[in-house]
């Protein structure tokens, strides 16, 4: 079944590979996090609990709480809601990534689970399967991101659950076409290296289409680190506490980074909007 079904996604999804991309600057280096946000977006209550970002290919961004698989559909200009879907039976879940792929929505729960859906009308429930991907016996997951030219799900260990994973950033790659996970390893020694962390938990990736980079989110310390396709670290920055209390999503638009934060006590969630220089 699982096999079937990926191999129905990678029809689906592609028909020629993507190029790759040529640009290999620093996309921390273009749109600096460690100053003031061009912007601030508070959520309303239903993204109290924000977890993903995506970024759809009109511009609009898709976001949704942790605990439901309530997708809502954001004005990437300003923040507001435009519309909201559910899947199907409305599962109650622990999701924890959302990507998007040509017409394809994926959504993740924290034990590797991925939902396979497509963006819904406001209001509408909507079909979707789902695919076991096992890595859950590995790793606590969270975070998801669509790499084209691999044609491949990008899923961030947060927190290992195995000897064999410690002292490691683990970033596992699951192609459509076969499911076999391959991994992207980051020893932390090489973190705390570059960034003076001697830890990192993961809670999102986005990957740059512009540069192949991959950004990891981490919650705790709050930092964002850049990645090179092989796993090289290319830059890293600090995210201020006062600004990011609960880092948990993190998209790039063609002219700025964008980063969601949980709404603590007493304050709602936020889309903090960083600015690219050209």
Known sequence: MLQAMLKLLAALLLTALPSEPQDSSSLLARC?????PAARWSLPGRLREISGLAR??????LAHNDERARVSVLDGKTGAILRSFDLQGEPRDDIEGIAIADDVLFLMNSSGRVYVTRV????????YTTVETGLGRQCELEGLAWDAPRQALILPCKRPRTAGMTGQLTLFVVPVSTGEPSRIQVPLAEVARRTGQRAIEASAVERDDRTGHLLVLSSGPRM???LAGDGTIVAATELKKSRHPQPEGITILPDAILVSDEGTEGAPGTISVYACRR
């Open 120 to 127: 819904g009308q406001d209001g509408e429930k909507v079909p």
């Open 56 to 61: 759809l290919p009109t511009g609009e961004l």
């Open 224 to 226: 964002v680190v850049e």
């Open 32 to 36: 600096p996090l460690d100053g003031n």
